[in-house]
């Protein structure tokens, strides 16, 4: 099992001597990353089955929880890692003359990436996530259009301005109950974590994290900054690194488990985050805003399943994000090589019939519309949001269906473009099929395959994101020892009383 | 495998075949085929309409998605409205598969295409009418709705394509709302079979139904084009090529009804449409009724307005939506009845005057009242088509529409609801008015020169037109033979069965007998044809050129057609009522959109957002600070 440390090493290590390789041997340098991403993604795929019914605990360095870091394996963040290795190695920069550093910077991020998924410890967690944030900096700068040094410094800032209120969230948490690992937090947080300070704490954290998950009103840095990056990366960013952000919300979720009050919040913010997407998207009239305000409303409605409590949130929140990481990647992926303004997809449908049908399929799956799997993900929200039985969630769901009805309108504007005739005037949309464009086609293809199958996925999902928010299986499995002796005690809180004390003696 | 499963199938195998293999000339009666097949299937299923003892016949699949039950079974009124579906169907096919796939018109796509969607919206009506649970129903309601859409969206034009949107957003919303309506259920009752909303009407508050009655409504009614919903369905439905818009007015609008019925009336019954709205005497049935009642008047009389032959035809498609509404709506057997019948009437006889419209079409090339006239020479048979179609929507004896709708006024009357009857009165007075004008300004008055030269449509397309009128004629003599199958769904559904004969019913208020009622009309038609044949003075044809005003000769091209502006007095009197109040509601709630994604998109143009999560974060520092001090330690 400690070979999965190297799902995170192994990309760290190749970031940093691939300048070197480069001086060397050019030939190796070029199809170093994506072997390293390679390895790793048959290293996730094997440990999946391994973790699926028991997840495991890599203590680094033989330093016991909770001193030592604790990397968390289970079948989730294997998930995750198949899926992060894939993304990268999808949107690799093939070409011949990309610079040596734009490969480091891709390695740099899919390594924080990895760490950020299976770290078990906030401030392990918060070192990923800034590495991931700082390397893709990096990558937006290289790689930008000539019109984006403002966008990117915008965005700049307000990463790093919401990076300085996590590590303050973190500081906070720390002072209040004096560990970072997250089992053990979430342990204390009944008892030491129940106060204003530590809902500040938790406020401040998510609002930080919140500005790489597009979460309102810190997400105005999405428009522009998709419009100036390539569409490939645009397809990372909004297919992964997003996805990744929630996914440390997640986790300090579970840890902290807050209650109504601070979920109702976030309900709020997910219900301003799906109008003001929808809204603006169908104002928009230039395909990447359009596709980025549709991002923002779709992880809008991820937040809106966070907030139901208990693991049928976690399970909605997951189905959620996997649904929109095909569709949104997919998107970005197939308008590649497409003219920015909408009304020049006049003609597509004669020009590439298939190119067409997978825009079809991605925008009746975003929709919802049956037989597809969005329909079958929105109607478990509509189920999850109607079994709360308040008001207030009641009202999330009258907004929920009242967004898709403005999204039909939006998307429906595109299809309609996209099957007019072409007007003799116009030069034609398309002219070949490009390789990003038959990936996309591929996740098309995964969609409608999935389609075929949802019951099966939809109960393997389920069944991971119960082990998301089973916490009990979490402290068994990095507190083995101190577990198994306090097993036949019968109450959490007497457990947490005991293992607090035997904690308190090991720090002493 | 049952009998159902032969039809699903059936239709799900022959539209993908025909995706395949369509556009081979081989293949231009395959169509036709399949649907003769699926009537033949229908007759097997029969029992379900003979029978007394059969209630359901049951498909043989069973899927379990997401821990529910998806079932699928056809009941009574099912078959009911697949016979209508497949016999439209049956219709369209194959007036499209004759000489109508050689000739092009502006704007539709090639023949093949046109049957291709036609079977898809078969097989996926088919498939809606078998839901036996509201997972299933609301599949099947999405695939219908897209299919319908696709359709509509076949014509190339972009008007056309802007009214097929603008109908898919209605659409989309009244998915919503059945949604919400499902999402309620489900959270009281756990599970989404059709006996948990019967349970939540037994357990849960009324009031609770009383909403869940109201969101049904909304969705099943943007369907059914009902006011307020009804400003897609007219230029949408006008806009479709030819053939396919016949079939879509005849019976796509009609889905809504067959789920009112499902829903409110066998699902929820009067105990939730007769109970008091937030403890006031107003009910869900009277409410309901008003609506539509005023769906039978207002889009009547804009009906009347309009010069382009289609889009009186489907201006008159959302007024009759009301009639077949506001009898099943009364819940009583006579109203019922009524009601459940309109919709059968309506089919054939909407789709004989769609498919008579669209053969003027293709030979003079325009549908535009005000450029046509006299064609009664040229095309007799399509004017006889046209002739029998405005009686049956009329209203008038001897066609089928007489029936129904004297079976609608009756119960208004027995009901004690005079006023509801007035409307709908002014509703058929409209109607009569603006259909004398449709065949007036299309076949009778003054021959244009350059249609002179026009001949009749072929017998491919004539065919299925006159043998929608004969349907119309037989089952206004004797009604009885479309009563016995509306008895049956009555029973099955719930509600009071009507006593019927083959003539029409019997009621201790007064019978009907249509047998006797066409056989003294036909007398006294036959009377006065012997007077003005045999006992008259001689008479002589002539040229229908030959014509003189004040004894002076009116050359060909001197106009005297009167087309334009038709009811000028009429409109003098209500022309100030219609303001367009609709559109304006529709306008304000586009400018409420609009105006909210201005205000988003404002704040979202921020020079430095940082600031903002700052100043968050200062908010909650202080809070912090000063609220509670931070204790450093353990």
Request: some cysteine; proline content about 4%; glycine content about 8%.
């Amino acid at each position: 099992m400690n070979e999965l440390a190297l799902l995170v090493v192994f990309p760290l290590l190749g970031a940093f001597l691939l300048p070197a390789i480069a001086t060397i041997s050019p030939f190796i340098s070029r199809y170093a990353g994506p072997f390293i991403l390679f390895t790793v993604l048959i290293l996730a795929a094997s440990a999946y089955n391994t973790v699926a019914l028991s997840p495991a605990a890599i203590h680094l360095g033989g330093f016991m929880a909770p001193l030592g870091i604790v990397f968390y394996i289970d079948p989730f963040s294997m998930m995750m890692a198949v899926i992060i290795a894939l993304m990268f190695l999808l949107v690799w920069p093939w070409k011949a003359d990309t610079p040596v550093r734009l490969h480091s910077l891709y390695l740099l991020m899919a390594a924080s990436s990895m760490g950020l998924v299976i770290s078990g410890d906030l401030f392990n967690l918060y070192v990923f996530y800034e590495l991931l944030a700082v390397s893709s900096y990096g990558v937006i700068a290289i790689q930008s259009s000539r019109s984006a040094p403002a966008a990117s410094l915008r965005f700049v800032f307000l990463s790093a301005a919401g990076s300085v209120l996590f590590l303050t969230g973190i500081a906070i948490i720390y002072t209040l109950t004096g560990t970072l690992n997250l089992a053990h937090l979430s342990m204390l947080a009944q008892g030491q974590l129940n106060n204003f300070a530590a809902y500040a704490a938790l406020l401040l954290m998510i609002a930080g994290v919140g500005v790489k998950a597009e979460l309102y009103p810190v997400n105005s840095w999405v428009a522009e900054v998709y419009a100036s990056i390539s569409k490939p990366l645009a397809a990372l960013f909004a297919g992964l690194m997003s996805k990744l952000a929630v996914i440390v919300i997640l986790r300090l979720i579970w840890m902290m488990q807050p209650d109504a009050q601070f979920l109702h919040l976030l309900l709020i913010l997910g219900m301003l985050g799906v109008l003001s997407g929808e809204l603006v998207a169908w104002k928009a009239n230039d395909m990447t805003r359009i596709l980025s305000f549709s991002s923002i409303a779709q992880l809008g409605l991820v937040f809106i399943a966070l907030s139901i409590p208990s693991e049928n949130g976690v399970f909605l929140a997951v189905l959620l994000m996997l649904h929109h990481w095909l569709v949104k990647s997919g998107l970005f992926l197939l308008i590649t090589q497409l003219h920015a303004d909408p009304t020049r997809l006049k003609g597509l449908a004669q020009a590439s019939p298939y190119m067409a049908l997978t825009f079809l399929i991605f925008i009746l799956s975003l929709l919802g519309v049956p037989p597809f799997p969005g329909f079958w993900v929105k109607l478990q929200l509509v189920m999850g949001l109607s079994e709360m039985q308040q008001s207030i969630y009641y009202l999330a769901l009258g907004v929920v269906l009242t967004a898709t009805v403005i999204e039909a309108a939006y998307l429906m504007r595109l299809i309609k473009q996209m099957y007019s005739p072409q007007p003799a005037a116009m030069p034609l949309p398309l002219q070949t099929v490009n390789s990003q464009q038959r990936i996309a086609q591929f996740f098309a293809l995964i969609l409608v395959v999935s389609m075929l199958f949802f019951n099966p996925v939809n109960q393997q999902i389920k069944q991971v994101a119960a082990m998301i928010s089973d916490k009990v299986l979490v402290i068994k499995t990095v507190y083995p020892r101190y577990y198994d002796s306090h097993h036949h005690l019968q109450q959490q809180a007497s457990l947490d009383k005991q293992l607090s004390s035997v904690f308190e003696e090991q720090r002493l | 495998m049952t009998i159902l499963d032969e039809l699903l199938v059936l239709g799900i195998a022959a539209s993908v075949l025909f995706m395949f293999a369509g556009r081979f000339k081989l293949m231009r009666f395959f169509a036709p085929v399949v649907y003769v097949g699926m009537l033949l299937i229908l007759i097997k299923m029969s029992v379900l309409v003979s029978d007394p003892s059969v209630i359901q016949i049951h498909s043989s699949l069973q899927l379990t998605i997401l821990s529910m039950n998806l079932e699928l079974r056809y009941d009574a009124l099912s078959w009911l409205f697949a016979l209508i579906t497949v016999f439209a169907a049956l219709a369209s096919s194959i007036y499209l598969s004759g000489a109508y796939a050689k000739g092009h018109v502006d704007g539709d796509p090639p023949a093949h295409v046109i049957q291709w969607v036609l079977l898809i919206n078969v097989a996926t009506m088919l498939l809606m009418l078998a839901s036996g649970d509201f997972i299933s129903l609301f599949i099947s309601w999405e695939l219908v709705s897209w299919a319908s859409f696709w359709m509509m969206a076949l014509n190339h034009k972009s008007a056309a394509r802007k009214a097929a949107v603008k109908y898919l957003i209605y659409a989309m919303a009244g998915a919503m709302m059945f949604l919400a309506a499902l999402g309620l259920i489900y959270a009281a009752m756990g599970s989404l079979a059709y006996v948990d909303l019967i349970t939540f009407v037994m357990q849960q508050p009324l009031q609770q139904s009383v909403l869940l009655a109201i969101l049904f409504f909304g969705a099943f009614g943007i369907k059914m084009a009902i006011l307020p919903f009804h400003l897609w369905q007219a230029k949408a439905y006008a806009e479709t090529p030819g053939p396919g818009a016949a079939f879509l007015g005849a019976i796509s609008s009609r889905m809504g009804m067959y789920a009112i019925i499902v829903v409110l009336v066998q699902l929820m019954g009067s105990r939730v449409l007769n109970t008091g709205l937030a403890d006031t005497p107003v009910d869900l049935q009277m409410i309901f009724a008003w609506i539509a009642a005023l769906t039978t008047i207002i889009p009547t009389f804009i009906a009347l307005q309009q010069h382009d032959a289609k889009k009186l035809l489907t201006w008159h498609g959302i007024g009759q939506g009301g009639y077949m509404l506001l009898g099943v709506i009364m819940l009583d057997s006579i109203g019922s009845a009524g009601g459940i019948m309109h919709i059968f009437n309506y089919a054939s006889y909407q789709a004989a005057l769609f498919l008579s419209v669209v053969a003027v079409v293709y030979r003079t090339g325009t549908s535009d009242l005000n450029q046509l006239g006299g064609l009664v020479t040229r095309m007799p048979l399509s004017f006889l088509v046209m002739l029998i179609g405005i009686i049956g929507l009329a209203g008038l004896p001897p066609m089928s529409g007489f029936v129904s709708k004297w079976l609608i006024y009756r119960s208004l009357i027995l009901n004690g609801e005079p006023l509801l009857f007035v409307a709908v009165v002014i509703g058929t007075l409209g109607t009569i008015l603006s259909v004398y004008k449709l065949i007036h300004n299309t076949f009778l008055g003054q021959l244009r020169m350059e249609h002179q030269e026009i001949r009749e449509v072929p017998w491919s397309m004539l065919l299925p037109m006159l043998v929608l009128v004969s349907i119309v004629f037989i089952t206004g003599f004797m009604p009885g033979l479309v009563l016995q199958w509306i008895a049956q769904v009555q029973a099955v559904v719930g509600l009071p069965v009507v006593d019927y004969h083959l003539g029409g019913i019997s009621d201790a208020k007064g019978d009907l007998d249509m047998i006797w009622v066409s056989l003294i009309l036909f007398y006294g038609f036959g009377v006065g044809a012997l007077i003005f044949y045999f006992l008259g003075g001689p008479s002589r044809r002539i040229h229908q050129y030959d014509n003189y005003a004040g004894g002076h000769f009116l050359t060909s091209g001197v106009r005297y057609h009167y087309s334009n502006n038709f009811y000028p007095g009429l409109m003098h009197l209500i022309g100030n009522w219609y303001q367009g109040f609709f559109v304006w509601c529709e306008k304000v709630i586009y400018s409420v959109i609009s105006f909210s994604a201005q205000l988003f998109e404002n704040s979202y143009r921020q020079r430095q957002p940082a600031f903002l999560l700052i100043l968050i974060a200062l908010v909650c520092l202080f809070y912090l600070i000063f609220e509670h001090p931070v204790r450093v330690g353990n």
